[in-house]
């Protein structure tokens, strides 16, 4: 079995050799790395990307807005994670951005995983009735686990999710009214033990 760190050395140095500067190599490296961890295909997706490449155009995006949409051919993977992780701090005030027609999605939403760590913030995204939900680069929550990822995305919605409690106010204050009884009232003596409280300086 191949480490993590045997797929993220391969797959950078593989990028450049397709033709990518080694910023974005390394990029890529990490993204596959990280879908091989959560054990989604990211090796089979970005072989066969590469020899795509070598005989279709990808369209290259590198200011993302609300609306996106390619002029001829469909978006590639690689330089739209690359804007979107150099660009996520503006992108996250948008309420939903749209794309049509990215190529290898796969590859792309490993970037937007990551993402999700930098702003703290859940990441929704859906394209062609499929749903992934990453969750500050720790998990991966999809319907598409076991399954063929598709190599176009047509459709493609990205939605920043406000992070929220999973729990009611009811349950949280029971939960600390029970953890109240491990409280420790402070004495006298607590207050004379506790740091810097010493009736002598020694400095």
């Not at 020899?51 to 369209?59: H, I, V």
Request: net charge negative; with cysteine.
């Amino acid at each position: 079995m191949r480490s993590l760190s045997e797929i993220e050395t391969a797959t950078k140095r593989a990028t450049r050799a397709a033709g990518f500067s080694w910023g974005n190599s390394e990029e890529v490296g990490k993204c596959i790395r990280l879908l091989e961890l959560f054990g989604l295909p990211g090796i089979q997706n970005v072989n066969q990307y590469f020899k795509d490449r070598a005989q279709n155009k990808f369209e290259n995006l590198n200011l993302i807005k609300e609306k996106n949409e390619p002029v001829s051919d469909v978006f590639c993977p690689i330089t739209l994670g690359v804007s979107f992780l150099d660009q996520i701090r503006s992108l996250e005030h948008y309420k939903k951005i749209e794309f049509h027609k990215i190529g290898y999605p796969l590859i792309f939403v490993s970037f937007l995983s990551r993402a999700s760590e930098i702003i703290g913030k859940k990441i929704l995204i859906k394209f062609d009735q499929n749903e992934i939900l990453f969750n500050l680069n720790v998990n991966i929550q999809s319907s598409l686990f076991n399954k063929d990822f598709p190599l176009i995305a047509n459709n493609v919605e990205i939605m920043f999710v406000d992070n929220q409690d999973n729990f009611t106010e009811l349950e949280w204050n029971s939960l600390y009214k029970l953890a109240e009884d491990t409280f420790v009232e402070e004495s006298e003596s607590l207050k004379k033990g506790g740091a810097g409280a010493g009736l002598t300086d020694n400095d």
